[in-house]
């Protein structure tokens, strides 16, 4: 079955640059995963969205269904879980659901959180060019450089570590490990499982019942 087209996102072609030294990721790191924030009233409309924005009655629900799947998956590793989140409160809600169910405490990590667009903030992000330096926010180099930096934080707990971010996290994240992005792997919401495999990394979405849109609003 022919997965979703990428959602059309202008000015990553720098990405793979801007990642070459990657994560630094612990020496024997296997496995861990990476959940994306559930929806927001401002994901829905395509707006550009500040720190602040909270999940909405969807997102709420796909939390839960995300903390099941994770549940699921870790089943009888729960004791061991490390849970490390943006404080953005649209991750925190849903890294919470997914601790809760767990039944440990997340980690809160500031450099986890979104890129600061600044000024475009509250504007359309339907035609997202990752490469403009908004007035007020952050460029995409210095996006990348603390995001790096706060993965390789993340991860160097002990395993397993379920990573709760965003969309702009997630393409880091990727870029940095050489795997490639579908609109599947970025919707709302979705727990993927990275997997080392040689020298390269695979990832694999859990379960099957999120719906991918076709167009994902990642900002």
């Known amino acids: ?67 099941a799947l994770l549940a699921e998956e870790l089943a009888g590793h729960e004791e061991g879980v490390h849970i490390v989140c943006s404080d953005a409160p649209r991750a925190l809600t849903t890294a919470r659901t997914v601790a809760r169910r767990l039944a440990r405490e997340e980690r809160l990590h500031a450099g986890l959180r979104e890129r600061h667009f600044g000024a475009l903030i509250g504007s359309s992000s339907a035609n997202i060019d990752w490469d403009c330096a908004p007035e007020g926010g952050e460029t995409l180099d210095q996006f990348v450089e603390r995001t790096l930096a706060a993965l390789g934080d993340a991860v160097a707990h002990p395993a397993p570590v379920v990573v709760v971010a965003h969309g702009g996290t997630l393409h880091v994240l990727a870029s940095a490990l050489g795997v490639v992005l579908d609109a599947a792997l970025l919707s709302n919401a979705t727990p993927l499982r990275f997997d080392r495999a040689g020298a390269g990394w695979t990832v694999t979405r859990l379960g099957t019942a999120a719906v991918a849109d076709a167009a994902p609003n990642l900002a």
Do not use: W
């Open 1 to 67: 079955m022919a997965t979703a087209p990428l959602h059309v996102s202008r000015g990553l072609e720098r990405l793979p640059v801007l990642c070459a030294a990657g994560c630094k990721l612990p020496e024997g790191l296997q496995r861990f995963y990476f959940l994306r924030h559930g929806q927001t009233a401002r994901n829905a409309l395509r707006i550009f969205q500040s720190i602040d924005e909270p999940l909405n009655e969807t997102g709420l629900a796909q939390a839960e269904q995300a903390a």
